[in-house]
Structures are given as structure tokens and as C-alpha cells.
């Protein structure tokens, strides 16, 4: 089923908390709502759920309009940060809960149950309550609580933002396995970048209460439309125009005001070279790369160079752009 | 912009949230407003039925009310210094220290929960009174009855809840402060005097209020061992029982609801101005033997003193006359006068009212609060905890001239067990209001929202994700309810009638007719019950910690 949200809003008082927001979700994707904090990632999730009121525009689900149906009866998964299990119940009974709910025969909620405690390996633990489960654990039986109602929509309120990097990096791959094989259409929020392009089919880049992109992963890394999303995902420098064409780069015809070339670290080679236009003023040790900050032109630049490259501060180098990177952004 | 998109809330939700909402409120209106309005007004009519201030000038210009007032405040004025100085050395024991025998301090600090108020007073006047063991042994002839019996009597009385605020204070500091103070090389007493101190500075303005506020408003020792000495609460007794002079009993009510307001308003503004950190980490008793020492003993022999007195009424209760012959025997509690033990049942109904309606509407108001927006949320809270500065014999006053009147409704509540229940529930509202509250907000949101989003409705919820977490609140707000209905005496005094009487008043009616070794019986009776009590919510609060161990260990 598809959902539709067209102009949106969403006033908090006199603040507006989102303006303008026209979204599609459909089939099996994996959408994924990205940004700083404060942007209104959450709050758009919210209104989905059916959890928070909205000012204008519609929101559809499958030609439906959602604004006359309560969170209750949406038949939405959702999951949240913190779990929020019933710590009252064990970890099947938390698993059949929706079921519970919708009154379906217990021979079948056991079935089912078993079914999903299968799916995210959690089988062992069928009778354990909440707090004798990791964190890793509790978010894996969130997630089958949330698939076991074969939920319309699958909503996820930064699911791995509370578990250490190991257990996310894990977490991040089950989820979209299990995600792929029911074929669930899911929305997530995160604010962490990688999480991010790693995990979605289009990611919807937001900023103070507006979507400033919408795009695969590779769209908004390679083809950032504006200042905020090359800034946001992954790191940029942005040169203006005259900087610009030192290295050969000039605007389009019909890019209007895109006035900034946004280029990445691992878009500029570099030569050591005497007669150098860069100066190096330092490097920062990467692991993978050594990230060299250059003075260029009165101006800093950071590019990446390889650990073969053995640079000092203070050496020259001459700058190359690696054939077809940069993007115009606006300002 | 357009007016917010809602989905509409489904019937049953809506229902729920309605009648959790306006019952509680037309409860608070009906039996607490709508009193404290009548106060007002009869404080403003005159003999002739008109309106006007003369009933204040009048009060004012009689001389001997000034006497009362003066009384009234040099006697709290007192009580509080010493409770916070008291208070102060008691909770730094309790907190700082490794001082031995923490159980006698521990145990003393509970006591003056479990007795109606005049318990002290009973017990001193068993001691010091003109019969009292100490002066028939030693033939000093203490006088004990006047100020002297009523600061010691209230200093027992209100010191608990002075050493339990200054306690909470001194436990919020935070031990990376002293840590960086002694790095820097600053001594024990630098510590003390420039973190510890400056840390419970609104701790103790507050126990000083709190201290002021109680004393200045109880009745229950003033009426025993105040003797000659007039303080307000007794004043207004003798206006409105004695003289049946309800105007003026209202005007001297609107006097003590001043200094009450003030110290609830001015307590709540520094409250406001703490900021306790969430992090703190909380700091270690050690050993000082010298400071130890002397805080120690001065803890230990406070405790012995509140303890002994208590103990001389369980004592004096199996005495055959005191302190004449000291042989023991259970005629005391063969009590006759006074309707008998017909009181402690209505006590006990009454209080078991009180908890059920308390505990229902205080649930049903919290959970209703938090679906409001910022702005109604707080009107509902300020209204929730207004009863506080309202002292109990302001509201049993208020009671009387509200429902003392034609024999329909609100007026038929009068003399009935019922309106005795209903004015303990709203003499504390306010506490029982913030205890849910605080125990509302450690469910979390998303809890509900889960259940919500995955098809419950609003029973579900509260079912599923409220209760778990609530229900150790709901235990202890219901007994917290049923405890202060047994042992208050302030706000009932004035709703007793020759039928219906509750068993704190038997106690205080037994000592002036001159049976004070069965009120003595009579006290420890009431105290047996709320023991009771205590034991039996102690064990229902450790059966639920438990049954979550027994699930954890399957």
C-alpha cells in the first residue's frame, strides 16, 4: 500500500515544526527520515503513527485518509529507541501482544510467536522477562512484536540509537533481512548518516522542519542538492565560483542559484609538488586515510590522502580532482 | 492555519477521559472549594446578615486576640528553631555519619506517624504533669503544662518531617564537590561550612516551614497540654464550639490560612530554585569520631526521649492509677465513656473510605492530567495541590459552615462517617496528588503509545502499560491515605456528632474528662491498627518487588 503525504504541517504554538512535506512510501521500501536533531524527524514519524496532530495538508494510506483514524486503528508497527516492553511480560507474551489484542485464537498466537522468536533468534528466551535480556535482545523482540500484527507499515523511532556499535552494526543488517523477507514497507528515523545509507532504499533528508532531499544513498552522497545535505552526509568543502575555477569547475547553464561547489575529502588527489598551490597546515590520523587540512588560497580544504602519502606540515602540494566529482549546491 | 488535524479520540477513550477527568474535579470543587468559599464569606457577614469587614475589626480590636496570636507565634517560632537545628544535626547523622544504633533514630523518626498528634502531649503530661512520675518521684513540681509542654510536645511532633526534608537535601549533594574542595586543600570544616551548608539551605527553609505551618495549626497538643497558654488553633475551637460564634471562628480561620499560604508559596519558590542534579553521586558517611561523637549521642538521646514518651503512654495505658499504684491490668481498655470503642470502628471505616475514594479519584485525576495540554495540566495541578495550605482545622471549620446546614443534599452528609472520610481525603490531597504524579511519569510514554499503536484501546493501557509500573504507588498512597485518616484530629474535631465520633477525638475527650490512662488505652489502640497498617502495606510492597524476583529466578 502506498502512503501519501502531501504539504504537511505542524505548528508547536507559534513554532513550525514542519512546513511543506510531501513524502511517498510505497511497496517494500525502506525509507529512511535523516537528520540533526530538532529537524522534525520524529515528529513526521508521530503523525504517522497517528500519535501526534498535524496543522494542514493530507496524509493517505492506500487512497485512505488517515486524518480520521486513531493510532488505534491504524494497524501501524512501531519501535522505539528505549524498547518499551511490557516488563511485566515475558518475552513470547510481548511478542503476542497485538495479536492478544486483536483477539486472535491462542494456538495461533502461539504459532506465530514461535514463528518470529525463530526469525530474530530468539527462540531460548521465549520465557525470559525484559530485564534479564540485553539491549541488543529487547530491541530484536520489539521489532518481532511490531512485525507479529503483519503490520500496514512498519515504523522505527531510532531503533539503534541506545545500543553499542557492534550490536547496531548487527541490528542494522537483521532488520533489513527481516524487513526484505516480509516485505513490510518501513520508515525509519535516525539521525546517524551511515545508519542511514546503509540501511535505506531512499533516504529523506530533513532540516528545520522542511525535506531538503529525497534520494537513494548514492543520491545524496554523490548528488547532494544543497549545502545542508552535502554538509550533513559525509563531510564537503564548498568553494564559491572564482575558487571554483581554479580547479577547472564551472557552473552549468540552468543550475539557477546554485552558486557552491560541494566537493568530498576523497574528491581532490594530491601531488607534492614545490611550486604547490596548497600548504599543508595538518594531518588526522583516519585509520583507513590520513585527512590532510590544506591552506589553499587563503582558504582551508580538507582532502583525503592515502597512508602511502607521507605529508608534513608545511609541505607543498599541487591539487587534481579525481574525472566527474563535484556538485553544484545552493547556497 | 488551520485548526489542528486530530483523529477523533473513539468513544470509549472519550468516556474514560471525561469521567477521569470531571469527577475528581467536581469532588475538589464540592469539598474543598465550595467550603473554603463559604469560609470567605462568613468571615465577611455580619450578625445582621449584611456584609462588611467588622467582624476582622472587631477581632482586632479585642486585646486578648493579640495575646492569642503573639502566643501562636513565639510558640512555632520556637518549635522551628529547634526542629531545624535538631533536624539539621539528626538528618547529618542519619546521612554523613557512621554513628552507631541508626535504628533507635530510625524508629523514633516513625512514631509520631502512627499517633493521632496529642500523643506527645498525653505522654509528657504522664512524665511532668501535675501527677506526672517524674515530679511524684523527685517532688520538683515541673510545670509542664503552657509553653514549655507545647514546644516539646510539637518539637516531637513536627521534628520527623524536619529531619526527613533536610535528609533529602543533604542526600542530593553531590561528592565530586568535596573531592575537588580537598584537592585544593580545603579542611573538614571549610567543607562543611562552604558545600554542605550552602547545599541544604533550601532544605532547611523548607523544614523550617513545614515546621512553622504544622505547629501553628495543630490543635491536637494545644488542647491537651497548652493549659492557659491560648495559641489560634485553640481559639478557634473555643469560637465556634464554645460561643457557637461561626463568623468569628471563620475570621480567626482566615488568620492561620495567611501564614500557611505564605509558607506553602514561599517553600514552593525555593524549591524551584534548587537544581538537583540528575548525575550526582551521592556522598559516603565516614568516620570523625570526634563529630560522631557528639552528633551521635545528641541523635541517640533526642530518639530515647521521643520513644520514652511514647512508651509512657503504652505504659500508663496497662496502669491501674497513675502514678498512684503502678500495678498492671487491662481495665483501661475496658472502656465504657465516650460511645466506647464505637469510634475506632468509625475511625476505621472512615480511613478505609478515605483511601478507596482517595486513591481512586487521586488515580483517575493523574492519569486524566497528562492527556491535557501544558497550559490546563497546570491549572489542574495547582488546583490538586492548593489543599495544602490549608491547615485542617481551617478545613474542618469550613466543613461545618458548608454542610452543617438543611438536612438535604450537601447537608445530609453532616454527622455521617462519610463527610469524615471526605475531609480527611482532601486534608491531604495534596500529598497523596504528588506521589501519583511522580509515579505517573516513570511510565514511559512509549510504553502507551505501543499499546496504542498496536491496536489497544485506553483500558489496555492503562491495563498493560500504567498499572505494572503504578501499582506500588496505588499501595502506598492508599495505606499513606488510610494512616493519616486514623491518627488526624485537626480537620475532624468539628464534624463529630453525639452518634458518629472517630476514634483521635475518643482520645482527646477521654483526657479532659479525666480518664487519662484509658486515653492512653484508647491511643495505643489507634496506634496498634495503623501498625497494622504499615506491616500489612510493607508486606504487600515487598510481595510485588518479589513476585518480580520469583518471575526473574523461573
Avoid at chain 1, 488517515?66 to 486503528?73: E, F, G, P
Avoid at chain 2, 484501546?457 to 505494572?468: H, T
Wanted: with cysteine.
Amino acid at each position: 500500500m502506498q502512503l501519501k503525504i502531501r504539504n504537511l504541517s505542524k505548528l508547536y504554538g507559534q513554532f513550525q515544526a514542519l512546513a511543506g512535506i510531501d513524502l511517498d512510501v510505497g511497496g517494500e521500501e525502506f525509507v529512511c527520515l535523516l537528520g540533526p536533531s530538532g529537524c522534525g524527524k520524529t515528529t513526521l514519524l508521530r503523525i504517522i503513527a497517528g500519535l501526534e496532530p498535524f496543522n494542514g495538508g493530507t496524509l493517505e494510506l492506500g487512497g485512505r485518509d488517515l486524518a480520521a483514524v486513531d493510532a488505534q486503528h491504524r494497524g501501524f508497527g512501531i519501535v522505539f529507541q528505549s524498547y518499551s516492553l511490557f516488563p511485566h511480560m515475558t518475552v513470547a507474551e510481548n511478542i503476542g501482544y497485538g495479536l492478544k489484542v486483536r483477539k486472535v485464537a491462542p494456538a495461533e498466537i502461539a504459532a506465530k510467536v514461535a514463528q518470529l522468536m525463530d526469525m530474530v533468534h530468539l527462540t531460548p528466551f521465549a520465557e525470559r522477562h525484559p530485564w534479564q535480556l540485553s539491549g541488543g535482545q529487547q530491541q530484536r523482540v520489539a521489532i518481532a512484536r511490531a512485525l507479529a500484527v503483519e503490520p500496514s507499515l512498519l515504523l522505527l523511532d531510532e531503533p539503534l540509537s541506545a545500543l553499542d556499535a557492534r550490536v547496531r552494526a548487527e541490528l542494522r543488517g537483521e532488520i533489513r533481512e527481516v524487513q526484505r523477507r516480509l516485505g513490510i514497507p518501513t520508515i525509519m528515523v535516525t539521525h546517524d548518516q551511515e545508519e542511514a545509507l546503509t540501511m535505506a532504499d531512499k533516504v529523506v533528508c530533513m532540516n528545520a522542519g522542511t525535506i531538503e532531499q529525497i534520494g537513494s544513498p548514492e543520491d545524496v552522497y554523490a548528488r547532494p542538492r544543497t549545502r545542508f545535505v552535502a554538509d550533513f552526509v559525509g563531510t564537503s568543502n564548498f568553494l564559491g565560483p572564482e575558487a571554483a575555477a581554479r580547479l577547472g569547475q564551472v557552473p552549468g547553464a540552468g543550475q539557477g542559484d546554485a552558486r557552491l561547489l560541494a566537493l568530498r575529502p576523497e574528491d581532490v588527489l594530491l601531488t607534492p609538488d614545490p611550486a604547490g598551490e596548497g600548504v599543508v597546515a595538518g594531518v588526522t590520523f583516519l585509520g583507513n586515510v590520513n585527512r590532510v587540512a590544506l591552506d589553499w588560497h587563503g582558504a582551508p580544504l580538507l582532502v583525503d590522502a592515502g597512508r602511502g602519502q607521507a605529508l608534513r606540515p608545511g609541505d607543498r602540494v599541487a591539487l587534481a580532482l579525481v574525472p566527474g566529482s563535484g556538485t553544484w549546491v545552493s547556497a | 492555519m488551520s485548526a489542528a488535524v486530530r483523529p477523533r479520540l473513539s468513544g470509549q477513550a472519550r468516556l474514560l477521559f471525561w469521567t477521569s477527568m470531571l469527577v475528581p474535579l467536581a469532588g475538589l470543587a464540592l469539598f474543598f472549594l465550595y467550603p473554603m468559599a463559604i469560609v470567605v464569606r462568613r468571615s465577611v457577614t455580619l450578625g445582621d446578615g449584611s456584609l462588611g469587614l467588622d467582624n476582622y475589626i472587631r477581632i482586632l480590636g479585642q486585646s486578648h486576640i493579640w495575646g492569642v496570636l503573639g502566643n501562636s507565634l513565639v510558640m512555632s517560632g520556637l518549635t522551628t528553631l529547634i526542629c531545624i537545628t535538631l533536624g539539621f544535626a539528626i538528618a547529618y547523622a542519619l546521612q554523613r555519619t557512621r554513628m552507631p544504633l541508626r535504628w533507635l533514630v530510625s524508629l523514633a523518626l516513625v512514631l509520631p506517624l502512627l499517633a493521632p498528634s496529642l500523643v506527645q502531649a498525653l505522654g509528657l503530661i504522664f512524665l511532668f504533669g501535675r501527677n506526672g512520675l517524674i515530679n511524684q518521684w523527685t517532688g520538683w513540681g515541673i510545670q509542664i503544662y503552657g509553653l514549655p509542654g507545647l514546644v516539646i510536645s510539637n518539637t516531637m511532633y513536627a521534628l520527623p518531617q524536619a529531619v526527613m526534608i533536610i535528609g533529602a537535601a543533604l542526600r542530593h549533594s553531590d561528592t565530586r564537590q568535596y573531592d575537588a574542595a580537598r584537592v585544593l586543600g580545603a579542611s573538614p570544616w571549610r567543607r562543611f561550612v562552604d558545600i554542605t551548608l550552602p547545599g541544604a539551605r533550601f532544605g532547611l527553609l523548607s523544614a523550617g516551614f513545614v515546621s512553622f505551618t504544622i505547629t501553628i495549626t495543630d490543635f491536637g497538643n494545644a488542647a491537651v497540654v497548652g493549659g492557659n497558654y491560648r495559641v489560634l488553633a485553640t481559639e478557634i475551637y473555643a469560637q465556634v464550639v464554645g460561643q457557637m460564634n461561626f463568623n468569628m471562628g471563620a475570621v480567626i480561620g482566615i488568620m492561620l490560612l495567611i501564614p500557611t499560604l505564605l509558607a506553602v508559596y514561599l517553600e514552593k519558590l525555593a524549591s524551584r530554585r534548587e537544581g538537583a542534579s540528575e548525575s550526582a553521586i551521592p556522598v559516603q558517611p565516614d568516620r570523625a569520631w570526634k563529630r560522631d561523637l557528639v552528633l551521635g549521642t545528641l541523635s541517640q538521646a533526642t530518639a530515647l526521649v521521643v520513644i520514652a514518651v511514647v512508651a509512657t503512654v503504652v505504659f500508663a495505658s496497662f496502669v491501674r492509677l497513675w502514678p498512684y499504684r503502678l500495678e498492671m491490668t487491662f481495665q483501661n481498655y475496658n472502656i465504657t465513656q465516650e460511645n466506647g470503642y464505637k469510634p475506632l470502628w468509625t475511625s476505621l471505616y472512615a480511613s478505609t473510605l478515605t483511601a478507596v475514594i482517595g486513591t481512586t479519584l487521586l488515580f483517575a485525576l493523574t492519569v486524566a492530567q497528562r492527556q491535557l495540554g501544558r497550559g490546563m495540566a497546570k491549572a489542574v495541578y495547582l488546583l490538586a495541590i492548593v489543599p495544602v495550605g490549608v491547615p485542617g482545622l481551617v478545613l474542618g471549620l469550613s466543613y461545618v459552615l458548608a454542610f452543617n446546614t438543611r438536612a438535604i443534599f450537601p447537608g445530609m452528609l453532616y454527622g455521617t462517617a462519610l463527610l469524615i472520610a471526605l475531609c480527611n481525603f482532601y486534608h491531604y490531597h495534596s500529598q497523596g496528588f504528588l506521589t501519583m504524579v511522580t509515579g505517573i511519569r516513570t511510565v514511559p510514554p512509549a510504553l502507551e503509545e505501543t499499546v496504542t499503536c498496536m491496536g489497544g484501546g485506553p483500558l489496555r493501557g492503562l491495563r498493560d502499560a500504567v498499572l505494572p509500573v503504578m501499582s506500588p504507588v496505588l499501595v502506598t498512597v492508599f495505606f499513606f491515605l488510610f494512616m493519616r485518616g486514623m491518627v488526624t484530629l485537626s480537620a475532624v474535631i468539628f464534624l463529630i456528632s453525639p452518634t458518629v465520633s472517630v476514634g483521635a477525638v475518643s482520645v482527646l475527650r477521654l483526657d479532659q474528662a479525666g480518664y487519662s490512662t484509658q486515653a492512653a488505652a484508647f491511643s495505643v489502640c489507634i496506634m496498634l491498627v495503623v501498625l497494622a497498617a504499615l506491616g500489612l502495606m510493607r508486606a504487600i510492597l515487598w510481595l510485588m518487588s518479589r513476585r518480580r524476583e520469583v518471575a526473574a529466578a523461573a
